[in-house]
């Protein structure tokens, strides 16, 4: 008899305890550096709807962050191309291989970002 009430008690704990996932957001915020005017801009990009900063060309696949009551993070999914730089592969696909492809951490802008010789651009946030 005991066990009937226990179950349905640790399963509402389970159900309760476990984290929020984080949500989608249809614009990533970013803030990208000029090295050459030493310039710092913010500027968004709507997912799947490609912005330029400068030369580049940032395409935004997800961005997303979690609820306000759990830990911070923010993340993105970003391609950059540069499409006035030719290389092998563009011919084949019409299109700039991307310079950079992968998740942009805002609580660590260090540990996944573009290396560029004139910019730098790094999510700040996702937004509505």
């Known amino acids: 008899m005991r066990h009937r009430v226990f179950l349905p008690l640790c399963a509402a704990l389970v159900l309760t305890a476990a ?3 984080a949500e989608k957001y249809p614009v990533a915020v970013f803030s990208g550096l000029d090295k050459i005017t030493a310039r710092v801009e913010s500027f968004e990009a709507r ?12 395409l935004v696949r997800a961005c997303d962050k979690r609820p306000p009551e759990e830990p911070p993070r923010t993340a993105a999914y970003v391609e950059i191309r540069q499409p006035d730089r030719e290389e092998e592969g563009e ?3 019409g299109e700039a291989p991307p310079i950079f492809k992968g998740w942009m951490f805002a ?9 560029h010789p004139v910019y730098d651009i790094w999510v700040t946030d996702c937004k509505m």
């Open 47 to 58: 997912v799947d709807e490609p912005a330029r900063f400068g030369s580049l060309e940032v």
């Open 107 to 115: 609580e660590s802008p260090g540990l996944n970002a573009l290396e």
């Open 91 to 93: 011919a084949e696909t």
């Open 19 to 21: 984290p929020a996932l």
